[in-house]
């Protein structure tokens, strides 16, 4: 799908017009460099697409956080109902239950931190290889699990989880 050519640096325009002249038209006679600003580009949309599936993955998570808090406060509304004539306040009741889901949240990050780096790693592998397939060899970097990243998504966890069992925490 392409021709590589060296020649010297004083002759590539004239090797170039008399490539154009002699190659069809639906061919293309460019520079490396376009290539390798085009391929960014590509890398570059595929980053977009991969932070977009991970929205959209906490978005998921989110609505299954607040589903599995409504039911579990639902079967426990007896519960909570018995706390409450025993005395136990709202905002005790709001504290307990916010904790508590905190507590999940945290699990939830501690196994999701490196799991997500594990998906990570595959769909960088699978981009990867779209890329070299599609527009030759391009340099590919690992994905890195960063101290600083595996907090951001520790505490992103922690937080997506209290926040999506704030409405049914406080409907109990």
Do not use: C, K
Not at 1 to 16: K, W
Not at 146 to 153: F, H, I, K, N, R
């Amino acid at each position: 799908d392409r021709l590589d050519i060296l020649t010297a640096p004083d002759e590539i325009d004239a090797v170039r017009a008399r490539l154009a002249g002699t190659l069809p038209a639906h061919l293309l006679v460019q520079r490396p460099e376009r290539r390798l600003a085009h391929t960014e580009q590509v890398v570059r949309a595929f980053q977009v697409n991969l932070t977009a599936l991970s929205g959209i993955a906490l978005l998921v998570g989110l609505f299954l956080i607040y589903n599995t808090m409504t039911y579990a406060l639902l079967r426990r509304r007896a519960e909570i109902g018995l706390l409450r004539a025993l005395g136990v306040t709202r905002a005790r009741l709001f504290g307990v239950l916010t904790a508590e889901s905190l507590a999940f949240g945290a699990a939830g990050g501690l196994l999701g931190v490196p799991l997500g780096w594990l998906l990570a790693r595959a769909a960088v592998g699978g981009v990867s290889l779209t890329v070299a397939a599609l527009y030759g060899g391009a340099p590919v970097r690992d994905a890195a699990l960063t101290p600083s990243l595996a907090v951001e998504g520790f505490a992103l966890g922690s937080v997506v989880a209290v926040a999506a069992a704030l409405v049914p925490i406080v409907e109990a």
